[in-house]
């Protein structure tokens, strides 16, 4: 028996089983590309919707967001898709639909944390195709700004109590953002330890890769715009922060609203740097947190631009692993922050008393610029780990072929495993790119007649009735210079 077995498993034998299994890994990861990558990135697959967009077209933009994200439901873009629609059925007026678009992405963001984002099982499979294949679970300040906007809306639905919640949610998304950070990082350095064990070669070849001239180089250059950015704390975001004060101080129920209101003018202060507006709505809220009544005064909140996005660019690494001139070098395709620099600033407030002019309140570039260089070493290590593993098993296909079936075979060998990781080799891009470039705000006591006008430097402008004996927020929208102004003005008290 011992003798049968011996005659079985041959070197020859061996040498072909394992060419088997490896031949077929290549044909599945080929599949798999195909099937769920499409070639395509998610900037590519939303350029033309994008055109709408930023072209100021909000209503088709707004529909053809809402045919993604229903085409979407239910796969790996489904949460992206519904955060585009919300954004845009937003922009777009639409504000009872944006909320049910919002709602249903908080259900889907609410689901992933259950299942603590993505599984291991789901990371390992990146490993043969991309991390674009796996499903969009939210960033942390993703998840801020839909409470946020959720909040917002139901300003706008005159439903303000169930703002409270939201806003509650919010000022939580952003304290556990820093405790989520540190938690995927320690996920991501086990993913990699674990690869590493059960690949070492590939993993040094990753290593030694990444500390190439060329290739350090490269990346260095393509993610210096990085440093410019202004700072803020990590995942600190004082839109979100501004706005917990303004709803505390102006729909108070007692004096623990109205000390949190105060504590929230005081954390902006704090982020966004001295203003005269922050320190007039600081000084209110000292003032009513001591007893005093709030004189009718109004808040204006202008959004203007569009968030960057991320585009993808390749760069060849040495594979020091093969050593051989089958596959000597190999593409491997990184996300870079691309910024829009298309947008109005300032916005004017005009009435009797004179005129205002906003002020930045919160830079997105800086927010999503710090998040996306907290994520960047994991993205950058598991790429360059999961394009050497796909290059690696196409090398030793291609050798084996050449080997077994001679210089034809060698050639079908490598044609395939080159389609393969042409079409594995796309950067994962989706990003919420609907949000805004920069917030800012102005406030002021409420003219007696309670009419104002609001002008952008494009010569756009709109004229808005507040209510003289209240508390109003106005809220402005500005996509791009080519969009209209989107202007609503709420009641608050």
Known sequence: MDTHVGALIKPANIKSMVFQQAKRMVWIVLAAAFLLSGCQTYQEKTSETKGLWSGGHLDAAAADYSRKAESASGGKDALVYRLEQAMALRAAGKISESQAAFQQADDLINRFDEKAKTSVSREAGALLSNQANLPYTGRDYDKVLVSTYKALNFLQLGQPEMAR????????????????????????????????????????????????????????????????????ADYANPFPVYLDGLYFLSLSTGGSDLERARKSFERVKGMSGDNKYINADLAVAE??????????????????????????????IPLFIVGANRVPYVG????TLEFN?????????????????????????????????????????KTLMSTTIKASAAYFVNQVAEEQGGAVAGLVSMLATAASQAAINISDTRTWTTLPKEYQFCSFPTPADGKLRVSAPNTQQAEVAVDPKSINLILVRSVSPLSPLVVTAIRLK
């Open 287 to 316: 003032k009513a947190a001591n007893g005093e009544p709030i004189p009718p005064r109004t808040f204006v909140v202008f959004e203007t631009g569009s968030a960057p996005h991320r585009e993808q660019f390749r760069i060849d």
């Open 332 to 335: 491997v395709a990184l996300p």
């Open 341 to 381: 620099p298309s947008y109005i600033a300032p916005l004017t407030v005009s009435s009797v008393a004179g005129s205002e002019s906003t002020v930045p309140l919160a830079n997105m570039d800086s927010v999503i610029g710090q998040a996306f260089r907290n994520e960047l070493p994991g993205i950058v290590t």
């Open 165 to 232: 919640p939201e806003l509650f949610r919010a000022y939580q998304r952003q304290q556990d953002a820093v405790d989520n950070n540190r938690k995927r990082i320690d996920r991501d350095q086990k993913e990699i330890q674990s690869a590493a064990s059960e690949k070492a070669g590939e993993y040094q070849s990753t290593q030694k890769a990444q500390s190439d001239p060329l290739v350090s180089g490269e990346m260095k250059k393509r993610y210096a715009a990085l440093d410019q950015l202004k700072a803020y």
